[in-house]
């Protein structure tokens, strides 16, 4: 299984290395620009929404990610995992597309949940 996780969350990492130790193949980016192209072949994309933004509490950076996702030719079938921000995170405003997500997780994330997801693939 091919896992594309696109954080700069230590935490995060943390908690993907201990749940993706059985043999997947796990890519981490901190960047998501780099990360779309490397979907090819991936069965999830676990994106940490916090991840695209370009100011603290300010969702544009996010809305741009998924124009992008959405529009790339390789990414655009990848299935995305949100990593979304704890409930207490202030965001600006909360937007979304039918169908965009595959699974969405309220941090903090831990290895049972991430273990959990991947069984629906």
């Known amino acids: 299984m091919?896992?594309?996780?696109?954080t700069s969350d230590p935490e995060v990492i943390t908690s993907c290395?201990?749940?993706f130790r059985l043999g997947e193949n796990v890519q981490y980016f901190r960047n998501w620009r780099d990360a779309l192209d490397s979907c090819e072949n991936?069965?999830?994309?676990f994106l940490d929404q916090v991840a695209t933004f370009h100011e603290p509490?300010?969702?544009a950076g996010y809305e741009e990610?998924?124009?992008?996702k959405m529009a790339h030719p390789i990414a655009k079938s990848t299935r995305l995992v949100l990593l979304a921000p704890p409930p207490d995170y202030d965001l600006d405003f909360v937007t979304g597309w039918p169908d965009f997500i595959f699974a969405r997780i309220v941090k903090p994330v831990n290895e049972k949940v991430l273990r959990r997801i991947v069984t629906y693939v």
């Open 57 to 59: 509490h300010r969702i």
């Open 17 to 19: 290395k201990e749940a």
């Open 42 to 45: 991936a069965d999830l994309m």
């Open 65 to 68: 990610f998924a124009a992008a």
């Open 2 to 6: 091919k896992l594309v996780v696109v």
